[in-house]
């Protein structure tokens, strides 16, 4: 924020076309001038001055009540190895968000945060050290597919809400992003090339399933039985194991959708065969996909990568549908929520 002013002025990015109409209706301007500036804000203008279709006193009516402050690149960082690309991105009042493009054979991906920093406190994760500062707005979540399509000049199609933050906690600014990103006039991304993942807020994937939406629901599972998920996941203290199945049963009977299961293996602690065992019987029932993630090392932490390949041979074996995710960016701190760790240390805090 660079002026109190700043403070009264609306975020217009979050806005959806429909709503800029109604604000334009309310002022005496025509409807159809949404049109116009939500295309401008699509394509990332930096101000309303570059509106150049739009008059000069709308312009400076719509400066006076809005607000359009782009991310700032913080840090960038390109794997040599696979081309992955690693944002850090400040925020219009300094605070520090990361993202992540990956190229894939089937496309571009963008993972996003959803949160400044994270509350959860799982043991083996980068992004909840400090805690949670604040949600992200819905415009700064889009803000991240937008600037890192137009900073690399990659198009992106899909996108995975897989960042910093638990998507589901901050639930109305989420689902106001995906209906932005997803709306025909703006960056138009289908929801079925959007993954939101979740450390399973049951009453929130209760709450998703009424929208019946095509996206892909992820749930960070990491262990199939309570005594390991509370260890890893205080959140399973909460909402235990056979509670989260059966809002994972009752979402894919609503929807429809299949469920994917993430699994970061750590050696010891969730790769035993009663574990492959036990995992694959929740997965029966729903037809769940396994998605083990090698585990990425944290500074400092005692944990250790499993063997990936094993284990999911074991739950294929078991008629699971199992896959090990590839790891990209291994060589610039892709993991989620790295980057923000590492620059705020180097920054003394
Ligand atoms: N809060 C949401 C969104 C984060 S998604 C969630 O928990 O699902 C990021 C994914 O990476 C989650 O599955 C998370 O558990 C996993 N993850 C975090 N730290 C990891 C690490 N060190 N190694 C492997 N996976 C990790």
């Given at each position: 924020m660079q002026n109190a002013e700043k403070e009264i002025k609306r975020d217009i990015k979050s806005m959806l076309p429909e709503e800029i109409g109604e604000y334009l209706v309310s002022i005496g301007e025509k409807k159809f001038r949404a049109g116009q500036i939500f295309k401008?804000?699509?394509m990332g203008v930096g101000s309303f001055d570059e509106m150049s279709n739009i008059s000069k006193a709308l312009r400076e009516r719509l400066d006076s009540e809005f607000y359009i402050v782009p991310p700032k690149v913080i840090r960038k960082q390109q794997s040599a190895i696979d081309g992955t690309i690693k944002y850090l991105w400040q925020l219009r009042d300094g605070n520090a968000v990361e993202s992540v493009l990956m190229k894939y054979e089937h496309g571009n991906t963008a993972c996003v945060s959803s949160q400044v920093g994270c509350r959860q406190g799982c043991i083996f994760c980068a992004s909840t050290g400090s805690g949670l500062v604040r949600n992200l707005t819905a415009s700064e979540i889009l803000d991240q597919v937008r600037y890192?399509?137009?900073?690399s000049g990659e198009k992106i199609s899909n996108i995975v809400l897989m960042g910093i933050g638990e998507p589901l906690e901050n639930f109305d600014n989420v689902m106001r992003f995906l209906q932005l990103v997803n709306h025909k006039d703006g960056m138009n991304i289908g929801m079925r090339h959007i993954s939101l993942s979740t450390c399973g807020l049951t009453e929130r994937i209760d709450k998703l399933s009424e929208y019946?939406?095509?996206l892909t629901l992820s749930i960070s599972l990491h262990a199939p039985d309570d005594e390991t998920r509370s260890k890893l996941m205080p959140i399973n203290k909460k909402h235990n194991v056979a509670q989260l199945m059966s809002?994972?049963?009752a979402y894919y009977e609503k929807t429809g959708r299949?469920?994917?299961f993430e699994y970061a293996l750590i050696d010891g602690v969730n790769d035993s065969p009663e574990q492959a065992k036990l995992l694959a019987k929740l997965m029966k029932p729903i037809g769940g996909h396994v998605n083990i993630i090698p585990l990425n090392n944290i500074e400092g932490s005692p944990l250790k990568p499993g063997d990936a390949k094993a284990f999911m041979n074991r739950l294929c074996d078991m008629g699971v549908n199992?896959?090990?995710r590839r790891r990209l960016g291994?060589?610039?701190?892709?993991?989620?929520g790295q980057l923000r760790r590492k620059t705020a240390k180097e920054n003394g805090n």
């Open positions: 401008w804000l699509t890192t399509e137009l900073d019946d939406l095509q809002a994972c049963r299949r469920i994917s199992a896959t090990v291994s060589d610039i701190d892709a993991a989620c």
